[in-house]
T-cell receptor, first 116, second 112 residues
Framework: DTEVTQTPKHLVMGMTNKKSLKCEQH?????MYWYKQKAKKPPELMFV???????INESVPSRFSPECPNSSLLNLHLHALQPEDSALYLC???????????????FGPGTRLTVL | AQSVSQHNHHVILSEAASLELGCNYSYGGTVNLFWYVQYPGQHLQLLLKYFSGDPLVKGIKGFEAEFIKSKFSFNLRKPSVQWSDTAEYFC??????????FGTGTRLTVIP
């Protein structure tokens, strides 16, 4: 089973709203990732968590706030977003961050976010 | 800085034609290489990966890729494409910094 689930599938929010995206995996993976994908563009890394600790933050604005409450869950809290933040937000997980086969990333279906 | 290049932005083939999608990367150290596919309306799926050993790797659905270290390339191939192969294909490279860099993607359209 290589399934990563994400909720919601679609989200529409205003610029003053606060919302959260959720990601879950039950593969025992200890690394989880958030990516942002704009239309017709490749995914761009936002955050990496390893063993529930933030490992990489790719200079993401503070209006995006990640949280890893446990090894199976990854949240992305959204506040005061801008219309240009509209995109597909992808979650991924891998066994760990070591080199070799353990770092193969498996992606969820994404949350399509629209900011009005 | 690391980069991944996919020079073919859109490829249109008839069914049964052979496919080769180019992928070149710029990084001098050890790399792990991946091809992902994104079917219309679906999420990214792993097609195949290379970490070490035999430079010719076979993936799912009849795809294969060859790692040529001297050319910094990892081209994707399939001898005979099907209409169901219509999708966006992304090459990705992981470097020692644990970051996965994606190419810009190649859109494949297979005409029945």
């Amino acid at each position: 089973d290589t399934e990563v689930t994400q909720t919601p599938k679609h989200l529409v929010m205003g610029m003053t709203n606060k919302k959260s995206l959720k990601c879950e995996q039950h593969m025992g993976h200890r690394a989880m990732y958030w990516y942002k994908q704009k239309a017709k563009k490749p995914p761009e890394l936002m955050f990496v968590y390893s063993y529930e600790k933030l490992s990489i933050n790719e200079s993401v604005p503070s209006r995006f706030s990640p949280e890893c409450p446990n090894s199976s869950l990854l949240n992305l809290h959204l506040h005061a977003l801008q219309p240009e933040d509209s995109a597909l937000y992808l979650c991924a997980s891998s066994q760990d961050l070591t080199s070799g086969g353990g770092n193969t990333q498996y992606f969820g279906p994404g949350t399509r976010l629209t900011v009005l | 800085a690391q980069s991944v290049s996919q020079h073919n932005h859109h490829v249109i083939l008839s069914e049964a034609a052979s496919l080769e999608l180019g992928c070149n990367y710029s990084y001098g150290g050890t790399v792990n290489l991946f091809w992902y596919v994104q079917y219309p309306g679906q999420h990214l799926q792993l097609l195949l990966k290379y970490f070490s050993g035999d430079p010719l790797v076979k993936g799912i659905k009849g795809f294969e890729a060859e790692f040529i270290k001297s050319k910094f390339s990892f081209n994707l191939r399939k001898p005979s494409v099907q209409w169901s192969d219509t999708a966006e294909y992304f090459c990705a490279v992981r470097t020692g910094a644990n970051n996965l860099f994606f190419g810009t993607g190649t859109r494949l359209t297979v005409i029945p």
